[in-house]
């Protein structure tokens, strides 16, 4: 209090007294907190350490939103947060931080910790650590934008703010903390944070925030692919990508973020295609339903498939083999932007190479495909494709008739088995079939690949 007081007079301390809001200034109550977060803050201030609920979960409570989750921060230190609970791990290498379950949930708790000067960056200015601890003032200070700045006390219900985030957020403004350039300089994620950040929310971008982006945009090519991924991802899934991707045209990020997508985006039929799959994903996400990444990422990338495909399949290669081709060459060449795990890249393969397979309609292959593991996302996609003008909307009316219908309906479905076809073909020499009869396939798909959806 008297440090407050202080500050008003005293310049230097300024900086380091926050502003606190009483639960009369401000909409966000106890209760909106998780009961586990509730439980963690209490344990801490008991213990006698500060703890705040911090970042995301206090802007979007502000903002009229359900935060995802409830992250905190306090001045323990790990070793002295651990002890506080029954069931807490202390994780990560760099900066060690807490994972304490409690009340059904898993709560982040993090330490304070400093902003460091220029010998922890890289020659482009990148932050290459910042795990030195600090004070409050400090890991306010660190933070990117200062609506993300905010703590919040659910047992006093009172607001601190160090950055002027609270008038920011009345305003739905999204302002760097510190200089724009250094801080994008120090970690170029931030600009996809701002564009993303500001579609999901409702917010602009400040001006000063927003002017350097399109300058500085190259540096997001310094940025590890693993951790591009994870921010495309959330980018994608947040329920908001047709606006995010439009304003990162805007801002002239996506280039060099999605190279393939930004020549996709540019032929019409892509656009088309692309524009209807991200349309359903945000549709989907908004009324909470799941949705698959491996299913977004095949149809991010499906027209550059098809383009190499048809090259491949100009030069005289056989269709299937050129189609594997195709594929192999698509994810690698993306494999140099953004690091698709493993685990979707098998499910993104499998959904576009069952895509020829549902042009077969006889005999017993519509049965054989209807059990493949993967039929309900790669039937998912046709209908995609169909509704973007890509594939025949017939075949793909026929295919959502022919899961519905019963024995009799679907054997009067199936088309005139091509009998002689067949025939021919199994006296042939030695042509590699599968068991089931579908045609030769390559999988790169190794056996029990999974992704949430
Ligand atoms: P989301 O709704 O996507 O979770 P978020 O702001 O909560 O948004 P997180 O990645 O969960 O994003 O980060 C939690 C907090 O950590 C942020 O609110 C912000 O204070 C801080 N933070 C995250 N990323 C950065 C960054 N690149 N630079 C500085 N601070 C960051
Ligand atoms: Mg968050």
């Known amino acids: 209090m008297i440090r407050r007081l202080l500050a008003r007079f005293v310049p230097g301390l300024r900086s380091d007294a926050p502003r606190v809001y009483g639960p009369d200034k401000h909409p966000v109550r106890a209760g909106q907190v998780s009961a586990g977060a509730r439980q963690v803050t209490r344990r801490l ?113 009172e607001v601190w703010d160090y950055v002027g985030g609270v008038p920011d957020v009345r305003a739905r403004r999204m302002k760097l903390i510190g200089p724009p350039v250094t801080r994008y300089r120090e970690d170029p994620v931030r600009m996809l944070r701002a564009v993303r950040l500001a579609a999901k929310l409702g917010c602009t971008i400040e001006k000063k925030t927003a002017e350097p982006i399109p300058r500085l945009a190259d540096l997001i090519g310094n940025v590890p692919p693993a951790r591009l991924f994870d921010e495309v991802q959330k980018l994608l899934l947040s329920g908001h990508a047709v606006e995010t991707l439009r304003s990162l045209r805007e801002h002239g990020l996506h280039r060099g973020l999605l190279p393939m997508i930004d020549v996709i985006l540019d032929q019409p039929g892509g656009q088309r295609f692309i524009g209807v799959a991200l349309r359903h994903t945000d549709e989907r996400v908004r009324e909470d339903r799941s949705v698959s990444p491996a299913f977004l990422f095949a149809t991010l990338l499906w027209h550059e498939v098809l383009g190499q ?145």
């Open 45 to 157: 201030k008991e213990a006698g350490f500060k703890a705040f609920i911090v970042g995301g979960a206090v802007r979007d409570l502000m903002l009229g939103i359900a935060p995802k989750d409830f992250d905190i921060a306090t001045d323990a230190h790990p070793e002295q947060v651990k002890p506080l609970f029954r069931r807490a791990f202390v994780i990560g290498r760099r900066f060690r931080l807490v994972h304490v379950h409690a009340g059904g949930d898993v709560i982040e708790v993090s330490t304070f910790r400093a902003a460091q000067g220029t010998d922890a960056t890289d020659e482009h200015g990148r932050l290459i650590s910042d795990n030195v601890y600090g004070t409050q003032a400090e890991d306010a200070a660190r933070r990117d934008f200062t609506v993300n700045a905010l703590y919040f006390d659910p047992e006093t219900e």
């Open 309 to 453: 495909w048809a090259a491949a399949k100009g030069k005289g290669e056989r269709p299937l083999p050129a189609l594997f081709d195709a594929m192999d060459a698509v994810l690698s060449q993306q494999a140099q932007q953004l690091a698709i795990p493993r685990r979707f890249e098998a499910t993104i393969k499998e959904v576009w190479s069952l895509q020829p397979r549902f042009e077969q309609r006889a005999g017993q292959r519509p049965f054989r495909l209807l059990e493949h593991p993967r039929f309900r996302m790669a039937y998912d996609f046709l209908v995609l494709r169909a509704e973007a003008g890509e594939a025949q909307q017939p075949l793909a009316d026929w295919w959502t008739r022919f899961q519905e219908a019963g024995d009799e309906e679907r054997a009067a479905m199936l088309k005139p088995d091509e009998a002689p076809k067949k025939r021919r073909r199994s006296r042939g020499r030695g042509r590699k079939r599968r068991e089931d009869g579908a045609p030769e396939e390559r999988s790169g798909a190794p056996p029990g690949d999974d992704e949430p959806g």
